[in-house]
Structure formats: C-alpha cells, structure tokens
C-alpha cells in the first residue's frame, strides 16, 4: 500500500471537503465549528501537560476524546442518526461539575483568570469552548443540530471554569478577585 500524500492541493482556492466528500467554502460555519472544537482539543492537551491530579488527567482525556467525536459529527456534511454525544456524556459532566464544586470555597465575587499556568491554560479552555459554542449554534441557525451537543458543550465550559479554580486551590494560590 502506497502512502498518501499529507497535501493533496483541493483547498487551495478556499475549499474543503466534509466527512462524505462535499465540498464547501473554508469559511462555512460547519468548517468554524468543527475548526473550534480541533482548537479546544489542542488546548486541553497542553493544559493535560499542567495537570498533576491523575484523576483530572483521565477525565481531561475522556473530554479529548468526546471532542474527536463531537468535531466528527461536525465535520459531517449529512446529519447523523447517531450524534453519539448522548445524555450519558452531559451527566457524566454533569457529575465532574457536582464533584469539584463540592470542594470549592463559595465564590462571592468575580474571579481573573491567572494564579498558575493550569488555572490560565483552563480558562484558555473555557473561552475557546464558549466560542465553539457560539459557532455551533450559529450553525444551528441553517442547520439541524443535535441538542445535546449544546448542553454538552456548554457545561463543558462550566467544567473548564471550576477546573481553573480547583487548580489555584492544589497550588495554594490565593485566586485573583476582580476589581
């Protein structure tokens, strides 16, 4: 078997293909989303790189893999039967988020991003996540998009936020109040 070429000169006028082999502009809204979603997933590996709690770096792996299938799902040019982002995945966030809220102090205030590498790297996270989010529902406006992939990512933004605060607690780091 021969090996393929990592070039193979269809985008170089501005388009690309979905999974299915349509071709649409680079600047497609699907393109955006799934394109964020690929960022995000790049960017929980280098916050994986700052994590120290081994339990927290598994969970950071299951999200990179949901990301890969989310980004598939996206990146379909035909609806799929089967998002395989199910109601199973949001309450498995949903417990994460129950689990490391418990730990947390109360928050009365507003937090800055910042107090160590993995708190800014989680909120680097979080704000590429909300941007995924606002590019899929963008998408959602032309296109029929399964619910549960916008509450999967919008509490994965959740996620990355108390995620940034617990990780200013293990390094004792008093967190950044606004104002």
């Known amino acids: 078997m021969e090996k393929s070429k990592i070039y193979t000169k269809t985008g170089d006028h501005g388009s690309t293909s979905l999974v299915g082999g349509k071709r649409v502009p680079k600047t497609h809204p699907r393109i955006e989303a799934y394109g964020t979603i690929d960022e995000l997933n790049s960017f929980v590996a280098y916050l994986l790189e700052e994590i120290d709690n081994e339990s927290d770096r598994r969970f950071l792996v299951w999200i990179q893999n949901q990301l890969f299938v989310l980004g598939a799902y996206l990146a379909s040019e035909k609806e799929l039967d089967n998002c395989r982002i199910s109601s199973e995945e949001v309450e498995k966030l949903e417990r994460e988020l129950d689990a490391i809220d418990a730990i947390l102090p109360k928050l009365n205030f507003f937090v ?68």
């Open 112 to 179: 800055l991003p910042g107090g160590c590498k993995a708190n800014a790297l989680a909120h680097v996270c979080r704000t590429i996540c909300r941007r995924a989010e606002r590019c899929i529902y963008r998408l959602s406006e032309t296109e029929n998009i399964e619910p549960l992939v916008l509450q999967y990512v919008n509490r994965l933004s959740d996620y990355f936020f108390l995620l940034s605060r617990k990780q200013n607690i293990a390094y004792r780091i008093e967190e950044i109040k606004w104002g």
